[in-house]
Every structure is written in C-alpha cells, then in structure tokens.
T-cell receptor, first 113, second 107 residues
C-alpha cells in the first residue's frame, strides 16, 4: 500500500458525460500528479500540482482539468467524454515539487461506452 | 522532450533464472525510478535511483547517470515477478515512462 488513495476504483459512463476522479496524497506529501494509461499511448503525464498551485503540465486535453484543494487532495475532471478517454487514471504524490520519489495510487479505471 | 527506451520489450523466463532489464535516456534526468506493474494494474515502487547502485532482496538496480542508462537485475525469478517493469525518468516533477518490459516467469 503506497498510502495514496483514489476513488472510485471503477467508473463506467457514456460519451458526452462528465466525471470527477479523486485522489488523496500520502500524509505529508505536497505534490500530486495525474497520469493516464491507455493501450495505445502507454503511461502519460497529465498535470502536477504542488501545494495547491499548478506546477507542470503534460499532454492534458482541454476537456480535462484538475485542482488541488487546501487539504491537499486533488480532483481530475473529465468532460465531454469520448470513447478514447477510456483508460486507467493514476494519481501519484511526492514530498516535494521537483526531485523526489513518486508513489502511485491504485488507479481509477474509466470505461466510456 | 526526453525519450526513454527500454529493452527487451518482452522476456520469458523459467522460474529461478536471472535477468537484466535496461533503460536508456536521451537526455540527463534528475529523477529516475523503476516500477513493477502487477497483473492487477498496480504500480509498485521498486527503486528510486538517480545514480549509483541499490539492492532490495532479489532485485538490484544500477544507474550510470553520466552515460544515461539504468539497469534492473532480477535474480532467482519467481512467478510473482511477472508483469510489466517500467523505467521512468524526468527533469523536475514530470516523469516520462518507457514502454516497459513485459516479463513472464513460467513455473
């Protein structure tokens, strides 16, 4: 158990819908990262927050957004869902914002029908 | 951006065999980790190893930062070692994943 929690574990929804994925980092970690793992793209970095502020951005679509709240949990919002958004979404956390070991949550498996 | 190349892409071993997985980076990284993704999809931290050598039981890893590569050694492999091994590196917080090595250990 990495100490990073993600909810829900599974999510099935329809195209055009909007969903919210939630992540709680390890106790004491200030940074939260979101990754997407799909069959065709592999594991890709989406976005990083550090102590409530956006720190780095990767291949995140404009239909996706994230935020980190004062209690340091984070949410990833996915809207206007398409079939191709079906993937495993991971959250990770680390103690600092840059050079530091990242620990991954169990992931949320999103299926868009 | 940084490219991460892992080799071999696939590996089939008999239980008890040893193996070496390699990871090459196109540029220097200051954050390097090895993960094992088990058949249930969970990403398990193996090593945080930007440089040097570390050992943990049957697993060890070596990173030569000046030559931009890292090696993961698995000795006396067990069926529970099966899964995908990812080498991951980055500059700052953004991690770039390799395509992984899919390991299958047969009893």
């Amino acid at each position: 158990d990495s100490g990073v929690t993600q909810t829900p574990k599974h999510l099935i929804t329809a195209t055009g819908q909007r969903v919210t994925l939630r992540c709680s980092p390890r106790s004491g970690d200030l940074s939260v990262y979101w990754y997407q793992q799909s069959l065709d793209q592999g594991l890709q970095f989406l976005i990083q927050y550090y102590n409530g502020e956006e720190r780095a951005k990767g291949n995140i679509l404009e239909r996706f957004s994230a935020q980190q709240f004062p209690d340091l949990h984070s949410e990833l919002n996915l809207s206007s869902l398409e079939l191709g958004d079906s993937a495993l979404y991971f959250c990770a956390s680390s103690a600092q914002g840059t050079v530091n070991e990242q620990f991954f949550g169990p992931g949320t498996r999103l299926t868009v029908l | 951006g940084i490219q991460v190349e892992q080799s071999p892409p696939d590996l089939i071993l008999q239980e008890g065999a040893n193996s070496t997985l390699r990871c090459n980076f196109s540029d220097s990284v200051n954050n390097l980790q090895w993960f094992h993704q088990n058949p249930w999809g969970q990403l398990i931290n193996l090593f945080y190893i930007p440089s040097g050598t570390k050992q943990n039981g049957r697993l060890s890893a070596t990173t030569v930062a000046t030559e931009r590569y890292s090696l993961l050694y698995i000795s006396s492999s067990q069926t529970t070692d099966s899964g995908v091994y990812f080498c991951v590196g980055g500059q700052g917080g953004k991690l770039i994943f390799g395509q992984g090595t899919e390991l299958s250990v047969k009893p």
